[in-house]
C-alpha cells in the first residue's frame, strides 16, 4: 500500500469519525434542547397583582386596569373604550357571580350573570401547551396556548422567558391584550370593588341569575 493511498483511507476515516462525532453531538444538543422544553412549566400568577392592558378587540382599542385579588375573592376589569369615552366595569367573584355596570353620570346600567365557576387560580395556566419562543416588541417570550383542543386554544399566553412577566395574551376570537405594566402584590382601594347599589335592585329587569345575561341600555356586551 502506498503512502498515498494510505493517507487517503486515514483521511477519509477521520472524516468520517468527524462527522460521526458531529452528527453525534447535535443528537446530543437536540435531545439537551429537547430535555430543556420538557422542564418549562407554565407561568404562576401571585395571588394579588394589578396590571394596566391595552385591549385591541379589531381595532377597537380600550385602556384595561385589571385587578387580580385572590385572598378576598374578587376579579375587577375596568375598561374604558376609546372610541366612545364610557368605562365598563367588569367585576368578578369568587362565589361565581360577574357584574358589568357603568358608573353615572356616563350611565346607571348593570346587568349580572352567575356561572358558578368563580375566579381564575394563580395556576390556570397548568396543563397549557408550549409552543416555542416569540419575541413580543422586543422581548424574547415563551409562548403557551391552554386550551382543550391543540388547534383552537382558548388563550395564547406570551411571558418573558427570564422573568415571567405576561407581555401579551390574545383570545380565541382574536382579542389581543398587550401587557404596559404589572405589578405583582398590587391592588386596589376597597372603593373600587364596591358594586352600584342600583345592581341589587328587585325590579331590575336586567339583573338575572344561572347564566343567563340580558343587554340593558348603556351596557356594553362582552
Known amino acids: 500500500m502506498s503512502m498515498g493511498t494510505c493517507y ?9 469519525i468527524s462527522s460521526l462525532l458531529q452528527i453525534g453531538l447535535v443528537h446530543s444538543r437536540l435531545g439537551y434542547a429537547s430535555e430543556q422544553l420538557t422542564k418549562k412549566t407554565p407561568p404562576v400568577w401571585p395571588p394579588q397583582l394589578t396590571a394596566l392592558l391595552l385591549q385591541n378587540r379589531g381595532g377597537n382599542l380600550s ?3 385589571l385587578a387580580y385579588d385572590l385572598p378576598n375573592g ?5 375598561i374604558k373604550d376609546r372610541q366612545t369615552g364610557l368605562t365598563l366595569w367588569d367585576n368578578e367573584r369568587a362565589n361565581g357571580s360577574t ?11 348593570c ?18 401547551r408550549y409552543k416555542g419562543m416569540e419575541d413580543v416588541k422586543g422581548h424574547l417570550c415563551d409562548v403557551w396556548a391552554q ?39 398590587g391592588t386596589l382601594e376597597d372603593e373600587a370593588w364596591q358594586l352600584p347599589a342600583y345592581c341589587f335592585e328587585k325590579d331590575r329587569k336586567d339583573f338575572l341569575s344561572d347564566g343567563q345575561v340580558q343587554q340593558s341600555e348603556g351596557v356594553a356586551q362582552m
Open 147 to 185: 386550551s382543550s383542543s391543540l388547534h383552537h386554544p382558548f388563550v395564547t399566553y406570551f411571558a418573558d422567558a427570564q422573568t415571567e412577566r405576561p407581555w401579551r395574551w390574545i383570545f380565541f376570537d382574536g382579542a389581543i391584550f398587550d401587557v404596559l405594566e404589572w405589578t405583582p402584590g
Open 111 to 128: 346587568q349580572a350573570l352567575n356561572m358558578h365557576v368563580g375566579i381564575l387560580k394563580p395556576d390556570w395556566l397548568a396543563g397549557a
Open 74 to 78: 374578587r376579579n375587577l376589569n375596568i
Open 99 to 109: 357584574y358589568y355596570y357603568h358608573k353615572a353620570p356616563e350611565a346607571e346600567s
Open 63 to 65: 385602556d384595561t386596569t
Open 8 to 16: 487517503t483511507r486515514c483521511s477519509i476515516i477521520l472524516l468520517c
